[in-house]
Protein backbone atom coordinates (compact mmCIF):
# COMPACT_ATOMS: atom_id res chain seq x y z
CA UNK A 1 0.00 0.00 0.00
CA UNK A 2 1.28 3.60 -1.08
CA UNK A 3 0.99 6.58 0.94
CA UNK A 4 1.66 10.51 0.66
CA UNK A 5 2.34 12.49 4.18
CA UNK A 6 4.30 15.48 4.94
CA UNK A 7 7.98 14.56 5.64
CA UNK A 8 9.57 14.65 9.07
CA UNK A 9 13.35 14.88 10.77
CA UNK A 10 12.80 11.19 10.63
CA UNK A 11 12.91 11.54 6.80
CA UNK A 12 15.93 13.60 6.26
CA UNK A 13 18.51 9.58 6.11
CA UNK A 14 16.11 8.51 3.44
CA UNK A 15 16.17 11.73 1.51
CA UNK A 16 19.67 11.95 1.65
CA UNK A 17 19.98 8.61 0.58
CA UNK A 18 18.04 8.80 -2.60
CA UNK A 19 19.76 12.44 -3.16
CA UNK A 20 23.22 10.92 -3.05
CA UNK A 21 22.67 7.66 -5.08
CA UNK A 22 21.38 10.06 -8.09
CA UNK A 23 24.09 12.48 -7.32
CA UNK A 24 26.52 9.63 -7.58
CA UNK A 25 24.72 7.26 -10.70
CA UNK A 26 22.13 9.98 -12.67
CA UNK A 27 21.93 13.23 -14.26
CA UNK A 28 18.81 13.86 -13.01
CA UNK A 29 20.86 16.01 -10.35
CA UNK A 30 23.59 17.86 -11.34
CA UNK A 31 25.95 18.04 -8.35
CA UNK A 32 29.12 16.20 -7.89
CA UNK A 33 29.74 15.59 -4.37
CA UNK A 34 27.30 13.57 -2.16
CA UNK A 35 25.10 15.73 0.37
CA UNK A 36 25.83 15.42 4.12
CA UNK A 37 23.78 15.40 7.29
CA UNK A 38 24.22 18.70 7.85
CA UNK A 39 23.78 20.02 4.52
CA UNK A 40 20.04 17.84 3.91
CA UNK A 41 19.38 19.18 7.38
CA UNK A 42 19.62 22.77 5.99
CA UNK A 43 17.77 22.20 2.82
CA UNK A 44 15.22 21.03 5.28
CA UNK A 45 15.23 23.64 7.19
CA UNK A 46 15.21 26.17 4.05
CA UNK A 47 12.32 24.63 2.93
CA UNK A 48 10.05 24.69 6.38
CA UNK A 49 10.93 28.51 6.70
CA UNK A 50 10.08 28.98 3.28
CA UNK A 51 6.71 27.11 3.51
CA UNK A 52 7.39 25.14 0.80
CA UNK A 53 6.26 21.51 1.16
CA UNK A 54 8.26 18.09 1.25
CA UNK A 55 6.43 15.21 1.03
CA UNK A 56 7.18 11.35 1.75
CA UNK A 57 6.03 8.24 0.08
CA UNK A 58 5.26 5.33 1.71
CA UNK A 59 5.31 1.52 0.85
CA UNK A 60 3.64 -0.26 3.46
CA UNK A 61 4.99 2.33 5.93
CA UNK A 62 8.19 2.31 4.44
CA UNK A 63 9.76 5.95 3.17
CA UNK A 64 10.79 5.30 -0.34
CA UNK A 65 10.43 8.68 -2.25
CA UNK A 66 10.15 12.43 -1.88
CA UNK A 67 8.79 15.39 -3.45
CA UNK A 68 9.05 18.99 -3.22
CA UNK A 69 8.70 22.46 -4.96
CA UNK A 70 10.42 26.18 -3.71
CA UNK A 71 11.12 29.35 -5.76
CA UNK A 72 11.85 28.89 -9.64
CA UNK A 73 13.57 32.01 -9.77
CA UNK A 74 14.49 35.07 -6.87
CA UNK A 75 13.00 37.81 -8.66
CA UNK A 76 9.27 38.66 -7.56
CA UNK A 77 7.66 38.39 -11.40
CA UNK A 78 8.09 34.91 -10.73
CA UNK A 79 6.45 34.73 -7.57
CA UNK A 80 3.42 32.67 -8.86
CA UNK A 81 5.78 29.57 -10.76
CA UNK A 82 7.76 27.02 -8.85
CA UNK A 83 9.98 24.57 -9.85
CA UNK A 84 9.30 20.88 -8.73
CA UNK A 85 11.58 17.60 -7.78
CA UNK A 86 10.54 13.99 -7.40
CA UNK A 87 13.20 11.48 -6.30
CA UNK A 88 12.43 7.73 -6.01
CA UNK A 89 14.77 4.53 -4.31
CA UNK A 90 16.18 2.47 -7.12
CA UNK A 91 13.98 -0.05 -5.40
CA UNK A 92 11.05 1.41 -5.92
CA UNK A 93 11.13 2.46 -9.42
CA UNK A 94 8.11 0.82 -11.78
CA UNK A 95 6.24 0.75 -8.71
CA UNK A 96 3.83 4.25 -9.33
CA UNK A 97 5.35 6.06 -6.16
CA UNK A 98 6.81 8.91 -9.23
CA UNK A 99 3.29 8.86 -10.35
CA UNK A 100 1.20 9.33 -6.57
CA UNK A 101 4.23 12.04 -5.38
CA UNK A 102 3.88 14.67 -8.53
CA UNK A 103 0.07 14.25 -8.42
CA UNK A 104 -0.13 15.04 -4.98
CA UNK A 105 2.51 18.00 -5.40
CA UNK A 106 0.12 19.40 -8.23
CA UNK A 107 -3.06 19.18 -5.75
CA UNK A 108 -0.79 21.04 -3.61
CA UNK A 109 0.35 23.62 -6.05
CA UNK A 110 -3.00 24.47 -7.15
CA UNK A 111 -3.88 24.25 -3.96
CA UNK A 112 -1.86 27.64 -2.87
CA UNK A 113 -2.74 29.19 -6.13
CA UNK A 114 0.10 29.15 -7.65
CA UNK A 115 0.16 29.20 -12.04
CA UNK A 116 2.79 26.86 -12.70
CA UNK A 117 4.97 24.58 -12.22
CA UNK A 118 8.51 23.93 -13.47
CA UNK A 119 10.60 20.99 -14.43
CA UNK A 120 14.35 21.15 -15.00
CA UNK A 121 14.97 17.77 -16.79
CA UNK A 122 18.95 16.63 -17.87
CA UNK A 123 17.53 16.28 -21.61
CA UNK A 124 18.50 12.78 -22.16
CA UNK A 125 16.45 11.26 -19.71
CA UNK A 126 13.47 10.49 -21.84
CA UNK A 127 11.70 8.70 -19.41
CA UNK A 128 11.03 11.76 -17.05
CA UNK A 129 10.10 13.69 -19.87
CA UNK A 130 7.31 11.34 -21.00
CA UNK A 131 6.53 10.83 -17.05
CA UNK A 132 6.06 14.31 -17.04
CA UNK A 133 3.88 14.48 -20.19
CA UNK A 134 1.58 12.04 -18.99
CA UNK A 135 0.51 15.10 -16.22
CA UNK A 136 0.18 17.61 -18.98
CA UNK A 137 3.78 18.79 -18.74
CA UNK A 138 5.10 20.57 -22.27
CA UNK A 139 8.55 21.14 -23.54
CA UNK A 140 9.58 24.77 -22.78
CA UNK A 141 12.77 24.51 -24.63
CA UNK A 142 16.07 23.12 -23.95
CA UNK A 143 19.40 25.14 -22.72
CA UNK A 144 21.98 23.06 -24.95
CA UNK A 145 25.71 22.28 -22.80
CA UNK A 146 24.82 24.46 -19.86
CA UNK A 147 26.26 21.26 -17.34
CA UNK A 148 29.02 19.21 -17.11
CA UNK A 149 28.62 16.21 -15.32
CA UNK A 150 30.45 12.74 -16.12
CA UNK A 151 32.72 13.98 -18.47
CA UNK A 152 30.21 15.02 -20.63
CA UNK A 153 28.26 18.21 -21.70
CA UNK A 154 24.45 17.98 -21.15
CA UNK A 155 21.27 19.46 -21.98
CA UNK A 156 18.51 20.83 -20.27
CA UNK A 157 15.11 20.47 -21.14
CA UNK A 158 12.71 23.02 -19.45
CA UNK A 159 9.21 21.63 -19.07
CA UNK A 160 5.76 23.74 -17.62
CA UNK A 161 2.70 22.72 -16.60
CA UNK A 162 -0.05 25.54 -16.31
CA UNK A 163 -2.50 24.94 -13.38
CA UNK A 164 -5.18 27.33 -13.82
Given at each position: ??????ATASDLGMIKDITNHN??????????????????????????????????????????????????????????????????????????????????????????????????????????????????????GVLKEVAYKFDKWLDL????????
Open positions: MHTIRKILHTTANYDYEPKTDAEIALWFADKQNGGWPVIVAEENGVPVGFASYGTFRVKIGYKSTVEHSVYVSEEAHGKGIGRLLLSHLINICREEGYHCMVGCIDASNAGSIAFHKKFGFTEAQFMQLLLK
